[in-house]
C-alpha cells in the first residue's frame, strides 16, 4: 500500500513537470503530409518517428523513401532523408547503410514498390541479412496511380485494373511477404502488425521498435509489415476501411510474428 | 613512386580507385569486366571497404546511389547490357545530383551482342545514360596507363561537379596487359568534405535530403536549367584530347580508345608514304572535344572517324566541324577490331578526297546513302 | 479531465478520432473549414476527456496534442 501510495505520487509529480501526455513526435517535420484523409501512412509514419525519439538515433538515422504514396516521406521525417526508385530502397539502404554502419538506416515502401517491382531487392537484402529496417505498408492497392491491382489485392478485390474482381486464373494470387521472407537465414525480425485500433496501434510501435533495436544490434534484416488501408481507392469512409480490412485482409494476412532470431532465449 | 609495374587495365583500374579512396564496389557478374570485380573482391574487404556482388545491375547501381548519399567514393562496373540496366539508377543519380563511378567494359550489341571490343556504347554513354535531360563525364581511356589515371580523374571530377562519371573502354583495354605507373594513394578520410550528404543530422542541422522528385513544374524546370548550366562550364573547362600530328594535317583521324591504338599505327605508315595526317584521341568524350576538333579545322580539309561501331561518335565530329570540311567514318562492328592496314586505306581515299561511310560489308556504302 | 487541442493546419477532418472516442466528445466542426477545405475535429467536452488518448494514437495526421 505504501509502495503504490509514493509510486502514484512519483506520477503526480512527473506529471505535474510535464503535463503533456501526448504531443507531435520532434522526429517528424513540421510539413503536412501528401496523404488522403483518414489513411494509415500517416499513423506508421509517426510510429517510425516516435520510436527514432525514444531510441535517441534521429540524430544518426537516414530513412530511403520509396515510389509510391510515401514517396515524399523525405518531406516528413526530420532526419536525413534518400529518395529511391521505385522497389529499390533496399539496395538504397543497403549502400547507405554499408558506407556508414554506425548509423540506422531504414526503408519506407508500399505493396507495388516492395512486393512487385522491388521483389528482388527485398528478397536479397533479406537474404544477405542485411542490417536495416523495412518498414512495409500493405493496403492490397497501387495508391498514387489511383488504385490499380497490387501484388497483394486479395483474390476477388475489384480495382481500376481488376474490375470485375482479382482473378486468380489469369492474375495469379497475393504475396504474403512474412510467409515468403520467413524462410530466409539473413532474417532477423519479420512481424505483421495492423493499426486499426488505437491497441494494435501500440502493438505495431512495439514491432518497429524491435526491428530498430535488432538494427542497433547487428541482428540482421528486420521487416514490420502494417497491413493498412486505402479509404480513397478503396472508395469507402476511413472508418469502413478499418472495418474492410479486419473483414477481409487480416484472415488472408494473419497478424503476428513470423520470424524471431532471439525467439527461445 | 615512378616504378612501373605490369598490370591489366581491368585491375589497373580497380587498384587505381582503390588508391583514389574508393572502397565500396558493388556490381554484378558480366564478361568482360570480370577481373575489376575480382580484384575488388580481393582487396576491398582487407581495407575495411565493401564489395558487394548484387543481385542485379539495377540493385548495384542503386547501391552506389545509396552509398554515394552517404558521401562515399563508390563505384560499380559492368558491360554493355548490364549498363542498359543500370540506366534507371544513372538516371536517379544524375537527378540527385549524386558522383560515382560506372565502369562500361563496353562490348557489341545490340542486346546479349557479343562478348569482344566494342564502341558500340558510345551514344548510350554520351547521349542517353538513362531517361531525362541530363549526363554523366564519359572518360574514355586508350592504355592500361589511363585505365589507372582515369579512374582517378573520374572520381576527382565527380565530386567536384556533383555528378556521375562513366570510363567508357572495351575488352581490349580491359584485358591487356602493359606497364603502368599508379597513383599515390589517397586516404579516404582527408578527401573534401560533403556537407550534402545523408550521414544523419547528429542533431546539429537541417535534415539533409537526397532526392530527384520535383513534382513543381517550375522548380523542376530550375534545377534542370541550374545543372545545364553546370554543363556549359563543363563543355567549357573540362574538354581533354590527345593531339598527335595535327599541326600540319591536312586528314585528321578521330578515334578514342582501342580504335586510336590502330588509328596510330595506320597514321604512322601513312606519313612514312607522306600523307598528312594527324590524330585527335578524344580522351573525354562527353564533353566532346570540340575545341581541339574545331582548332584542327585551321589546316585540315578533312576528317574522318575511326571507330569500333557503325558510325556513332562521327555524329560529334561532323557537330563540331560545323559543315566546314567534309567527315568520312570507317568502322567495324560486332567485336571486330580493324587492323592498321583496312585503317590505312580509309585514311587514303579522305586524302583523295573521297567522302564516305565505309563498313566493311557494305563497302560500297558513301556518306548520304 | 484532460486538455484535447487539434491542430487544425494538420487536421483532414478523416474522423477517425471522433470513430475512436470512448466518451464520444470528439466531433467534426461542420461550420469551420480549414485552409485545405476540410472540417476540422475538435473536442465538445474537455471536461469528460479521460486521457485515454484513443484519439491521438488514431490520428493519421499527428494533429492533435492533449495535455493534463
Known sequence: ?265 | ?369 | MAKVTVDIEYCKGCGLCVDFCPQEIMQLETEVITQKGYHPAHCVDQESCTACLNCAMMCPDVAIMIER
Open chain 2, 1 to 369: 613512386m615512378g616504378e612501373k609495374i605490369l598490370m591489366k587495365g581491368n585491375e589497373a583500374l580497380a587498384e587505381a580507385a582503390i588508391r583514389a579512396g574508393c572502397r565500396h564496389f558493388f556490381g554484378y557478374p558480366i564478361t568482360p569486366q570480370t577481373e575489376l570485380a575480382a580484384y575488388m573482391s580481393r582487396h576491398l574487404p582487407k581495407l575495411g571497404g565493401t564489395y558487394l556482388q548484387a543481385e542485379s545491375e539495377i540493385a548495384a547501381i542503386n547501391m552506389v546511389y545509396g552509398a554515394s548519399s552517404a558521401g562515399v567514393r563508390v563505384m560499380t562496373s559492368s558491360s554493355s547490357p548490364g549498363v542498359s540496366l543500370k540506366g534507371e539508377g544513372i538516371s536517379y543519380m544524375i537527378g540527385a545530383d549524386l558522383p560515382g563511378l560506372i565502369v562500361n567494359v563496353n562490348r557489341g550489341g545490340p542486346g546479349l551482342g557479343g562478348i569482344q571490343p566494342s564502341q558500340s556504347d558510345y551514344w548510350m554513354a554520351t547521349r542517353a545514360t538513362g531517361h531525362g535531360d541530363g549526363h554523366v563525364f564519359v572518360l574514355a581511356p586508350s592504355t592500361v596507363q589511363e585505365m589507372a589515371d582515369l579512374a582517378r580523374k573520374a572520381f576527382d571530377l565527380g565530386d567536384r561537379y556533383r555528378m556521375p562519371a562513366m570510363i567508357l573502354a572495351d575488352g581490349l583495354l580491359g584485358q591487356m596487359m602493359e606497364p603502368v605507373e599508379l597513383p599515390e594513394p589517397l586516404d579516404p578520410a582527408a578527401l573534401p568534405p560533403k556537407p550534402w550528404a545523408t550521414t544523419g543530422t547528429q542533431g546539429t542541422r537541417e535534415h539533409n535530403i537526397i532526392n530527384s522528385l520535383s513534382l513543381v513544374a517550375q522548380i523542376l524546370e530550375d534545377s534542370v536549367i541550374k545543372r545545364y548550366e553546370r554543363y556549359v562550364l563543363i563543355k567549357d573547362v573540362e574538354q581533354m584530347a590527345q593531339l598527335e600530328y595535327v599541326e600540319d594535317a591536312e586528314l585528321v583521324v578521330v578515334a578514342y580508345g582501342a580504335a586510336a591504338r590502330i588509328a596510330r599505327s595506320a597514321i604512322t605508315a601513312a606519313r612514312e608514304e607522306g600523307i598528312k595526317v594527324g590524330m585527335i584521341r578524344p580522351i573525354t568524350l562527353w564533353p566532346f572535344p570540340t575545341k581541339a576538333i574545331k582548332n584542327a579545322c585551321a589546316t585540315a580539309r578533312a576528317f574522318l572517324s575511326v571507330e569500333l561501331n557503325t558510325g556513332q561518335m562521327v555524329d560529334d565530329v561532323r557537330l563540331a566541324v560545323d559543315g566546314s570540311v567534309p567527315v568520312s567514318f570507317f568502322g567495324h562492328t560486332g567485336g571486330i577490331v580493324p587492323t592498321p592496314a583496312e585503317v590505312l586505306v580509309a585514311i587514303r581515299k579522305a586524302c583523295a578526297g573521297e567522302t564516305f561511310h565505309l563498313l566493311p560489308y557494305h563497302s560500297t556504302l558513301k556518306a548520304g546513302e
Open chain 1, 1 to 265: 500500500m505504501a509502495t503504490k501510495t509514493a509510486a502514484t505520487a512519483t506520477q503526480r509529480n512527473k506529471a505535474e513537470k510535464n503535463p503533456i501526455l501526448f504531443e507531435r513526435t520532434p522526429a517528424l517535420t513540421t510539413a503536412i503530409t501528401n496523404y488522403c484523409p483518414g489513411c494509415l501512412h500517416g499513423i506508421t509514419q509517426r510510429l517510425v518517428a516516435e520510436n527514432l525519439e525514444k531510441l535517441g538515433i534521429t540524430g544518426t538515422t537516414v530513412g530511403v523513401s520509396p515510389v509510391g504514396c510515401s514517396v515524399i516521406a523525405y518531406e516528413f521525417y526530420a532526419c536525413d532523408m534518400v529518395q529511391a526508385a521505385h522497389g529499390r530502397a533496399p539496395a538504397v539502404a543497403t549502400g547507405l547503410k554499408r558506407a556508414h554502419p554506425e548509423n540506422t538506416v531504414f526503408t519506407y515502401q508500399g505493396d507495388g514498390d516492395l512486393a512487385s517491382i522491388g521483389m528482388a531487392e527485398t528478397i536479397h537484402a533479406a537474404t544477405r541479412g542485411e542490417n536495416i529496417t523495412v518498414i512495409f505498408i500493405n493496403n492490397a492497392i497501387y495508391g498514387m496511380t489511383g488504385g490499380q491491382m497490387a501484388p497483394t489485392s486479395l483474390p476477388g478485390q475489384v480495382t481500376q485494373t481488376s474490375p470485375y474482381g482479382r482473378d486468380v486464373k489469369t492474375a495469379g494470387y497475393p504475396i504474403r511477404v512474412c510467409e515468403l521472407l520467413s524462410s530466409l537465414d539473413g532474417v532477423a525480425f519479420l512481424q505483421r502488425v495492423t493499426v486499426d485500433t488505437p491497441s494494435n496501434v501500440r502493438k505495431a510501435a512495439k514491432a518497429i521498435r524491435k526491428g530498430f533495436e535488432y538494427q542497433r544490434d547487428g541482428l540482421g534484416f528486420s521487416l514490420i509489415e502494417v497491413v493498412s488501408t486505402c479509404p480513397t481507392n478503396w472508395g469507402m469512409t476511413p472508418y469502413a476501411a478499418l472495418e474492410w480490412l479486419r473483414e477481409n485482409m487480416l484472415p488472408y494476412y494473419p497478424l503476428g510474428v513470423y520470424k524471431d532470431c532471439k525467439a527461445g532465449e
